[in-house]
Every structure is written in C-alpha cells, then in structure tokens.
C-alpha cells in the first residue's frame, strides 16, 4: 500500500514516518520524501493512528500523489541546491526527470497550489542558504558565490537585497535575524 505525506522535507521525516509505520505494526518497505510504501493494507483506524501520530511533527497523510506533488517539488528543490555542484543539468530537467511530468504541467501545479512560481521559491531557498553560510560558516559572499553556482558576487547581492530587505553584509551583523525554516517558505 502506498502512502502519501505531506510536508516531508528532510531525512529525520523519513525517519519519523518509519517508525511511526512500525509502532502501528505496519511493516514500511520504502519511505521517500512525500510517500510511504507499506508491506500490507492498512485499516481505516490505522491510517487515523499514523495520521495522528505524524500531525505532532507537523506532517499531514493525504489521499492523492497530487496531494504531495508541491512538496516533492519543493523537497527536490532543496537536494538541487545543496547538490547543485554535482548535478550537471538545469533545475526544470532535473525535476521533470525525477517526478516524471513535463517541467510546464509542473510549473503551473506548483503555481496553482503555492501561489509562489518554482523561480520565486528556488530563490527564497537559495537565500535561506546564504544566510546559513554567512552566519554559521562564517564565509564570504564570494566564497557563498561559488558554493551556489551565483555567476557573480553582484548577481547574489542584489538578489540577497531584494529578498531580505538588507545587504549582505548588514544581515552579517545583525545575526538576531532567525532564519526561515523550510516548511514557511
């Protein structure tokens, strides 16, 4: 049986979903970011323990693949950018290639159900980077530049600006500023 979960966006839910699956007595064969495959059917009752359970973490158990087909792109878009030094392709060829649609049917779903465009929260995401980097490993905005695949020092900064608000280098003082998690962007 497959299951589909929403909000999933890192590791720790795939390890959460695993053993919420299993204190319920179901056997999970496969987590994945946004979907369950389970060994057996599961109860009605059963679907309502694990959507309880996962809820606390901030996870929701949805009917349709579509359902968390927003948050699979998302998700992918987060592994584009952490692994973008080693993924020798575009983000819409990467993400068609994963989730096997055409990149313009996911682009208008991603816009329809997120009122944001892919390029809106890719560069939200990236920016969220860059204030990790600036203020947890303390690089500099060339060194961030580089990480990031930016093509100039200019092109993060101005970028950087018009997200937040703030250059670069202010943002660096002000480390009070807390950073967005994913799920609220």
């Known amino acids: 049986m497959k299951l589909y979960i929403r909000n999933m966006a890192c590791e720790s839910c795939k390890v959460l979903v695993k053993e919420e699956l299993e204190k319920i007595g179901a056997h999970p064969l ?12 599961l109860s009605e009752k059963k679907q309502e323990q694990f959507g309880v359970a996962i809820k606390k973490a901030g996870l929701e158990l949805v009917k349709s693949k579509e359902g968390v087909l927003a948050d699979q792109i998302k998700a992918l878009i987060a592994e584009y950018i952490e692994n973008n030094s080693r993924i020798k392709t575009n983000l819409s060829d990467y993400l068609s290639k994963k989730l096997n649609y055409d990149y313009a049917y996911l682009s208008s779903y991603f816009s329809a159900m997120q009122a944001n465009t892919i390029e809106q929260y890719t560069i939200a995401l990236k920016i969220e980077k860059v204030k990790e980097m600036l203020v947890l490993e303390d690089l500099t905005l060339t060194q961030i530049a580089d990480r990031l695949n930016y093509s100039s ?28 998690s994913i799920q609220d962007l």
Request: aromatic share 4%; net charge positive.
């Open 153 to 180: 020092v200019s092109h993060i900064s101005t970028q950087f600006k018009k997200v937040t608000g703030l250059p670069a280098s202010h943002f660096k003082k002000l480390r009070s500023i807390r950073r967005k």
């Open 30 to 41: 496969k987590v994945e970011l946004g979907e369950a495959d389970v060994k057996e059917k």
